[in-house]
C-alpha cells in the first residue's frame, strides 16, 4: 500500500516545470538568434592558480605534455567544482616555491574558492591529468590523478576532503601514465579503470636533442620506448586487480595519451580508442568483458592513409551523424591533420575530417570534445592546441607554440569551423592541453574548461547555448555502474529523435561534468525519453520539463527535479 | 608597347626607302630625285608628327601614280601611326604587289603584323625578306626570335646553324640556338653553342647553364652540379636567367636554390605567370603550402586561364584538405586542359577523401585512360575498392601497384589493413614491415615535434 516516495516528487516536479519553464519555451526568439559565444571569464570567477611546467634548459619531455582538468561536484551540491592539475617533485625537478593542484569549490554565483588545502588534493608528484568519478559507489565523485611518477586515487570522504588510498587500491601505476578512464569493462556494475601509459623516462633517459645552437628542445618520442597501459578491474571492496595481463592490454605498449571507453560495435560491451604518439592508434574491442582484441590496424585507426604512425593525442567519440554508430576523432601534430573517423558499422572507420582538415592543418591538438554547445541535439566539436616545442617558430615559419582554440558546430553530415564568431578567446593563442566541459552555472548550455601548459587556465562561459530548449540528466544508476558509462540515452522531440551513448573519458587528461544535457532545438516538448542503461535495464520517461537538471534512477523509471 | 613598335615601324619606313633606288638616266634622274626629295620631305613631316601635310603631299604623288610603292608604302606608315591597321595593312600590300622586292615595305608588313599578334604572317614576311635580302641582319635577327618564341624549333635550327660559318652569330643568338637544341634533346649540339657563346662571354650565367642542362641532359649530374656551382658565381642579371638557374636547380633536386632563384626572379619581372607558377611547385617541394598557395594564386590573376596554374592551386588547396576549393579549380583548369592525368588523380583523391569513393574510382580510371603508366593510380584505386569493401577489386590493385612500384609505402599499408579484414594477421605484419623499413629510409632528420 506504501507508495513509492518518489511520485510526490515527480508531481511537484512538474508542477513547477508548469510554472516555470513554459513561459522560456513560448519567448523563443522568431528573428535569428544572435551567435552562441564563450566568455573568458577566468578572472570574474576568481580562479588565480596557475600551470608550472617545470620548463628547464634540459627540455625534460615531462615539462611540455601537461596538465589535465576536471569538472567535479566533489561536495554534491549540484554545482560543479573544479579541479587543476600541477607538476611538483620528480627525478628531474625539484620546485623551489611551492607548487600544488587546485580544487575550487562552486560558490554558486560564477565565482569559486581554492580549497584545495582543506580537501586535501595539494599533489605533490609531477601531475600528468586527473579522472573523476565514484569508483566506490558511495555517492561522491573520486579523483583519480596521473602523474610522472606514481599516481593517486583520492577517495571522496563526503565531507569535503579527500584520502589518499592508492596503496589500498593498488592502483599506482608508477612510470608515466598520462589519461585514465573510468568505465566498467566487464560490465558488473563497477568502476574499473583504464590508465594510458606514456614512454619510459627518467631523468638519465632524457635524449638530447638540440638545434645548432646547442638549444636543446623537447624530443620527439620516437626516441623513447613505449611501455604497456594497465587496466585495473574493480573488486568491490576498494581493492583494484590489475588485469592488463589477462585482458591482452598489456601486449600492446604505446605511447598513449587520450583515451576513450565507447562501445563501436554496438554489442553492450565497452570498448577503448587510444591514442598514441609516434606510434600507431590502438583500438581495442572488448570480447565479452573478458579480453581486449587490438584491432587498429584493419579498422583503419591506427595509422594516416598513407601509413605512417602519427602523433596521436586527444580523442573522444560520439555519434556525429546520428546513424547510431560511435564514430572517432583524435587530434595529431602539426601537417599531420587530426582524424574525424566514420564507423562504418563493421568495426570499419573512413577518416572523413573535410573541413575540420582544413582549419586544422598547422595545429597540435590535445583537449578536444564533442558536446552539443548549442542544445541543438548534435554533438559539435571543441579543440583545444598548441605545440610541444616552445622553439617551434624558430624552425618553421607557419607553426606557432601557442595556439587558438578552434570550434565547430555540427552542420548534420558535417563540422563548420564557427570560432570566428564564437567570442573574443577563439582569437587569443594558448598552450593548450587539457579540457573539459560542464554546465558549472547550471544554466542548461555547457562551459568549457581549459588547462594551459605554463599558464594560467581559462574558464569560459557559454553565452546563448541555453536559447535552445534542454533537459539535463543526472543519471543515478542503481545496478549499473555509478558513472552510468555506456548508458544509452535515446529522446524525442517532434520529429527530432536523437541517441547518446555516455562515453568514459575523452579529451586529454580531464574528466567532464557528468550529467548529461539533452538539447532540443527549439522544440517545445520531449515526448520521450529513453534510459538503456549498461545493466540491460531500460527506462522510458514521458511527461518530462524543460529546461531543469532532473534525476534519474535506474530502475526505478523516475524523475524528480533538483 | 604598340607607341615603340610605331616609332620602329616609322624609322624602318625612313631608313629603307632611301636605299632601294638604283640609278637612273639623268632625265628621269632628275624625276627621280625630286620624287626621293619629296618623299624624303614626307617621311620628315611624318616623323615630327604632322600627319595631315604628309598626306597632302603623298596625295600629290599618288595621283600622278596611284601605284607609286614607296607613296603608298609611307601612306600606310600614316594610316599605322593613326592606327587604322586595316588601311595600313592594305597600303603595304599594294605597295609590295607594285614592287615585290620592296623590303621596307615588306618589313613594315612584319611589324604591323607582330602590333596585330600576327606572328604566322611576320613569320612568312621575314622569310620573303631574306629570300630577298639573305644578309639582312634585321630580318635574320628578327625571324630568328619569332621562331623561337613561337617554338617552331625546327625552322629556328634551319635558319641559324646554316650562316653560323659565314657570320659572326651573336652571343644571344648562339644561347637561343644552344636552348632550341636542348628542346631536341640534342645535348651534344646544345653544348656546342653553349660552349661558342662562352667563347664570347666567359662568364655568361645564362650560357653556363646551357651546359648544365645540357650536362644533365646526358644524365652527367655531377657535371651539371659543377655548373650550377660556376652559375652561382656569375652576374646574374635577368629574370630569365634566374629562372634557367631554377630550372636547372629543381632539375637537380635543389629545390631550395631554385625557390630562392625564382623568389628573385619574380622581383625582376613580376608580371610573368609562368614564373609564378614554377615559384608555387618549389614552395610544393619544401613544403610550405601556404607559400604554394600564394604563388599560384599570384599567376592566377595575372592570367586567370592558366590551366597548369589552375591544376597546381587546386592540388596545392587539396593537400591542405580545402576540398570544395580544389575541385573547382581542377574542374575549370579540365575546361581549358581535359587530357592532362593528373588532374582527373587529384579529382580522384578528393572524391575518396570526401568518402565518394564510386567517383574516385571514376576519375582514378580515366587518368588510367589518359596514362596508363601512372602507377600510383592502382594504389588510389585500391583504397576506394577498400572503403567500398569489394576486396577481390582493392586486392587486385593494390598488388599491382606493389609489384609496379615496390616502394609505394600507402599501397603496402592499404594492403595491410586489407589483410588485416581478411583476417591473414600474418602477411598483415608482413606489409607492415614493409611500410616500416620504407618510412625509417625515407625519414628525414628528425624535427623537433612529438
Not at chain 1, 592539475?85 to 560564477?110: E, K
Not at chain 1, 601548459?453 to 553565452?463: I, Q
Request: aromatic content about 10%; glycine content about 6%.
Amino acid at each position: 500500500m506504501t507508495k513509492p516516495r518518489f511520485i510526490p516528487f515527480l508531481i511537484l516536479a512538474l508542477l513547477a516545470f508548469n510554472l516555470r519553464a513554459l513561459p522560456q519555451v513560448r519567448n523563443k526568439p522568431s528573428t535569428p538568434s544572435p551567435a552562441i559565444t564563450f566568455e573568458d571569464i577566468t578572472q570574474k570567477s576568481g580562479i588565480a592558480w596557475v600551470h608550472n611546467n617545470a620548463q628547464s634548459d634540459a627540455r625534460h619531455l615531462p615539462e611540455t605534455v601537461g596538465a589535465g582538468c576536471a569538472f567535479i561536484d566533489y561536495d554534491n551540491d549540484g554545482w560543479m567544482d573544479i579541479m587543476f592539475i600541477n607538476s611538483g617533485s620528480s627525478d628531474f625537478f625539484t620546485p623551489t616555491t611551492p607548487i600544488r593542484n587546485a580544487l575550487y569549490r562552486n560558490n554558486h554565483d560564477g565565482t569559486f574558492t581554492d580549497v584545495t588545502i582543506k580537501a586535501g588534493v595539494s599533489g605533490g608528484s609531477f601531475g600528468m591529468g586527473v579522472a573523476a568519478a565514484d569508483y566506490d559507489a558511495d555517492g561522491f565523485q573520486d579523483l583519480y590523478v596521473t602523474n610522472y611518477g606514481r599516481n593517486t586515487l583520492y577517495k571522496n570522504t563526503g565531507k569535503g576532503t579527500f584520502v589518499d588510498v592508492t596503496d589500498k587500491a593498488g592502483v599506482a601505476a608508477p612510470g608515466w601514465s598520462t589519461c585514465a578512464v573510468w568505465f566498467d569493462f566487464d560490465n558488473d556494475g563497477k568502476l574499473d579503470l583504464f590508465v594510458s601509459s606514456f614512454v619510459y623516462y627518467d631523468r638519465s633517459l632524457n635524449v638530447l636533442c638540440a638545434d645548432d645552437q646547442n638549444r636543446r628542445y623537447y624530443c620527439i618520442p620516437r626516441h623513447y620506448k613505449p611501455r604497456p597501459s594497465h587496466l585495473f578491474r574493480n573488486n568491490g571492496d576498494g581493492t583494484f586487480t590489475d588485469v592488463s595481463a589477462e585482458t591482452a592490454i598489456a601486449d600492446y605498449p604505446g605511447k598513449s595519451f587520450g583515451a576513450v571507453a565507447t562501445d563501436v560495435n554496438n554489442d553492450g560491451w565497452l570498448d577503448l580508442f587510444v591514442a598514441n604518439d609516434t606510434m600507431p592508434n590502438f583500438l581495442f574491442i572488448n570480447k565479452g568483458g573478458k579480453k581486449f582484441d587490438e584491432v587498429g590496424l584493419a579498422a583503419g585507426v591506427a595509422f594516416s592513409q598513407a601509413g605512417r604512425a602519427r602523433s596521436g593525442m586527444g580523442v573522444d567519440a560520439a555519434d556525429y551523424d546520428g546513424d547510431g554508430w560511435q564514430d572517432l576523432f583524435v587530434a595529431n601534430i602539426d601537417y599531420e591533420f587530426f582524424s574525424l573517423y566514420h564507423n562504418e558499422k563493421d568495426v570499419t572507420f573512413t577518416d572523413e575530417p573535410r573541413e575540420i582538415a582544413a582549419a586544422t592543418q598547422v595545429l597540435s591538438g590535445w583537449g578536444l570534445r564533442f558536446f552539443d554547445y548549442d542544445n541543438d541535439t548534435d554533438p559539435d566539436l571543441l579543440l583545444v592546441n598548441g605545440h610541444p616545442d616552445d622553439f617551434v617558430e624558430m624552425h618553421n615559419a607557419r607553426v606557432k607554440y601557442k595556439e587558438p582554440l578552434v570550434l565547430f558546430v555540427n552542420t548534420g553530415r558535417d563540422f563548420k569551423n564557427v570560432s570566428q564568431n564564437s567570442g573574443a578567446v577563439f582569437t587569443r593563442d594558448f598552450s593548450g592541453r587539457g579540457m573539459a566541459t560542464g554546465d558549472f552555472d547550471n544554466d542548461g548550455d555547457l562551459d568549457v574548461l581549459v588547462s594551459n601548459n605554463g599558464e594560467a587556465p581559462l574558464l569560459l562561459r557559454n553565452d546563448g547555448g541555453n536559447r535552445n530548449n534542454w533537459l539535463g540528466l543526472h543519471l543515478v544508476p542503481t545496478k549499473s555502474n555509478p558513472a552510468a558509462v555506456g548508458a544509452v540515452i535515446t529522446w524525442q522531440a517532434g520529429t527530432l529523435k536523437r541517441s547518446r551513448l555516455k562515453t568514459g573519458g575523452g579529451s586529454y587528461l580531464s574528466s567532464h561534468d557528468p550529467r548529461e544535457i539533452l538539447g532540443i532545438g527549439a522544440a517545445t516538448k520531449i515526448d520521450f525519453l529513453e534510459i538503456r542503461w549498461p545493466s540491460g535495464k531500460v527506462d522510458k520517461l514521458t511527461n518530462l520539463p524543460l529546461n531543469t537538471y532532473v534525476r534519474v534512477v535506474e530502475g526505478a523509471g523516475l524523475s524528480t527535479l533538483r | 608597347m604598340i607607341l615603340i613598335v610605331m616609332r620602329r615601324l616609322l624609322t624602318t619606313v625612313c631608313l629603307i626607302l632611301l636605299a632601294g633606288y638604283q640609278p637612273l638616266h639623268s632625265k628621269s634622274m632628275q624625276t627621280r630625285n625630286d620624287l626621293i626629295e619629296r618623299l624624303e620631305n614626307v617621311a620628315k613631316l611624318i616623323r615630327d608628327d604632322r600627319l595631315s601635310d604628309a598626306e597632302r603631299q603623298l596625295s600629290t604623288i599618288l595621283r600622278s601614280n596611284s601605284k607609286q610603292p614607296d607613296a603608298l608604302n609611307l601612306l600606310g606608315a600614316i594610316r599605322a601611326k593613326q592606327k587604322r591597321f586595316d588601311e595600313a595593312e592594305k597600303l603595304f600590300s599594294s605597295a609590295v604587289s607594285a614592287n615585290a622586292s620592296l623590303v621596307s615595305a615588306r618589313m613594315n608588313l612584319v611589324q604591323l603584323y607582330l602590333i596585330q599578334s600576327k606572328p604566322q604572317n611576320a613569320i612568312s614576311e621575314l622569310n620573303q625578306v631574306l629570300r630577298l635580302q639573305p644578309e639582312n641582319e634585321e630580318a635574320f635577327d628578327r625571324l630568328s626570335q619569332l621562331l623561337l618564341k613561337e617554338k617552331r624549333v625546327d625552322e629556328f635550327i634551319s635558319l641559324v646553324e646554316p650562316v653560323k660559318s659565314s657570320r659572326s652569330i651573336s652571343f644571344s643568338l648562339l644561347v637561343s640556338l644552344g636552348d632550341a637544341y636542348l628542346e631536341k634533346r640534342n645535348a651534344v649540339k646544345a653544348e656546342e653553342n653553349f660552349r661558342l657563346a662562352l667563347a664570347q662571354q666567359s662568364d655568361d650565367a645564362d650560357a653556363i647553364l646551357g651546359l648544365a642542362q645540357a650536362a644533365h641532359l646526358r644524365g652527367d649530374t655531377a657535371l651539371a652540379s659543377s655548373y650550377l656551382a660556376r652559375a652561382k658565381g656569375a652576374t646574374v642579371k635577368s629574370a630569365n636567367t634566374l629562372h634557367r638557374f631554377a630550372l636547372v636547380a629543381f632539375a637537380a633536386g635543389r629545390f631550395e636554390e631554385a625557390n630562392l632563384a625564382l623568389t628573385e626572379a619574380v622581383k625582376l619581372k613580376p608580371d610573368e605567370p609562368a614564373f609564378y607558377v614554377f615559384l608555387g611547385t618549389t614552395w610544393l617541394k619544401k613544403p610550405d603550402l601556404v607559400e604554394a598557395e600564394q604563388a599560384f594564386r599570384r599567376a592566377l590573376e595575372l592570367n586567370s586561364d592558366d590551366s597548369t596554374a589552375q591544376m597546381y592551386l587546386g592540388y596545392t588547396l587539396m593537400l591542405q584538405g580545402k576540398y570544395p576549393a580544389a575541385r573547382e579549380l581542377l574542374e575549370k583548369s579540365l575546361v581549358k586542359e581535359s587530357t592532362v592525368p593528373q588532374t582527373f588523380y587529384y579529382l580522384g583523391l578528393i572524391s575518396q577523401e570526401e568518402g565518394d569513393d564510386q567517383a574516385a574510382i571514376q576519375h582514378f580510371r580515366k587518368t588510367l585512360q589518359l596514362l596508363p603508366s601512372y602507377v600510383e593510380v592502382h594504389g588510389a584505386l585500391g583504397r576506394s575498392y577498400l572503403n567500398l569493401k569489394d576486396y577481390p577489386q582493392a586486392k587486385a590493385e593494390l598488388e599491382l601497384a606493389v609489384k609496379l612500384n615496390p616502394n609505394d609505402t600507402q599501397a603496402h599499408y592499404q594492403l595491410a589493413v586489407l589483410y588485416a579484414r581478411l583476417k591473414d594477421p600474418q602477411r598483415a605484419q608482413e606489409q607492415m614491415q614493409i611500410v616500416e623499413r620504407l618510412k625509417e629510409a625515407a625519414r628525414a632528420p628528425q624535427k623537433p615535434t612529438p
